[in-house]
């Protein structure tokens, strides 16, 4: 009887551990949904290495082209989802698994006799999670039978969250592209004109310079709480941050040499501010050089976007 008792610990020991390891698996994807959408940096342990290997992979293989260099960001995105989405399937259907012979019954054009492997766990996890139910596996026990609907649940908020993001992506990268552009706008006139921004009206200056300063604080804030729309690269130089604020620094210094009392060189001194920290974030949260100079780290900034001349 003792080997008999030996193997029954044995096989309890194993399920208990296969059963831990799926329940790590579900809790880990759970809190990486929560890090990285509703903590203030937004960054989840699974989607950060995720999303950096998705960038280096991506920046290796781009070769100096933006427009390859342009599908990292979708690709991290996606990435991320699929990754949630497997460790919830593969968790429960670790938990399912050592239960699947004596605590499911099987239809009757199944052979129970053939079931019972991890891929039909894993085929009952996907059924679960994306709420099929076809009912050609069902569950005897109660505690079992309450598992398929929290998976379901689970299911249904993974794709809640999912499309959550993409709204939340949509606004941080169309806020970006309208600052872009309007950067690249006066820049062109700036340097295309006798006159710049500094030798005209300097209430009209000013008012220039604080939509610029509320625009890059914006984009700031954003980068802090979305860290992924740092990897959205564009194609186009006329929408790329790190091409355009060397020149907007150019006329940030001009103002800033304007009469001290007025002001617009106090609104240039603002926005020069709302800059500093622009590139003190990216160098800190993405280049991984905290505690450098911010214009130093612009060119980093530059680098790793493959915009550095």
């Not at 690709?75 to 460790?87: E, N, R, Y």
């Not at 006798?194 to 604080?217: M, N, R």
């Amino acid at each position: 009887m003792e080997p008999v008792s030996g193997l029954r610990n044995t096989l309890v020991g194993v399920t208990v551990i296969i059963t831990m390891i799926g329940a790590v698996l579900v809790l880990v994807a759970l809190r990486d949904v929560f890090d990285t959408l509703f903590h203030p940096h937004g960054q989840g342990v699974v989607s950060e290495r995720l999303i950096q290997a998705v960038w280096r992979i991506a920046r290796s293989l781009a070769r100096g082209n933006h427009q390859n260099l342009s599908l990292a960001g979708p690709v991290a995105f996606v990435t991320v989802i699929s990754a949630w989405g497997a460790m919830v399937v593969l968790g429960f259907g670790l938990i399912i698994w050592p239960q699947l012979t004596d605590g499911f019954a099987f239809s009757a054009g199944l052979n129970a006799a053939d079931q019972g492997g991890f891929v039909d766990a894993v085929y009952l996890s996907l059924v679960n999670v994306t709420s099929l139910g076809y009912g050609d596996i069902v569950a005897t026990t109660d505690v079992l039978r309450l598992l398929g609907p929290l998976e379901t649940v689970i299911g249904l908020g993974l794709l809640t969250a999912s499309i959550s993001w993409i709204m939340l992506l949509y606004g941080v990268l169309s806020a970006s592209r309208s600052l872009s552009h309007q950067i690249a706008l006066l820049t062109e006139v700036e340097f295309s004109r006798p006159i710049g921004l500094a030798g005209i009206e300097p209430s009209f200056s000013a008012g220039v310079l604080a939509d610029l300063t509320s625009g890059v604080v914006k984009m700031r804030d954003d980068l802090v709480h979305s860290p992924i729309a740092y990897y959205f690269h564009p194609r186009d130089p006329r929408h790329a941050l790190p091409v355009l604020l060397p020149g907007l620094l150019k006329i940030v210094d001009s103002c800033s040499a304007t009469d001290p009392a007025t002001a617009l060189a106090y609104q240039a001194a603002m926005l020069d501010r709302a800059i500093d920290e622009l590139l003190a974030t990216v160098a800190e949260e993405f280049l991984g050089c905290s505690g450098r100079n911010p214009r130093d780290a612009l060119e980093g900034y530059r680098r790793d976007h493959l915009w550095a001349d």
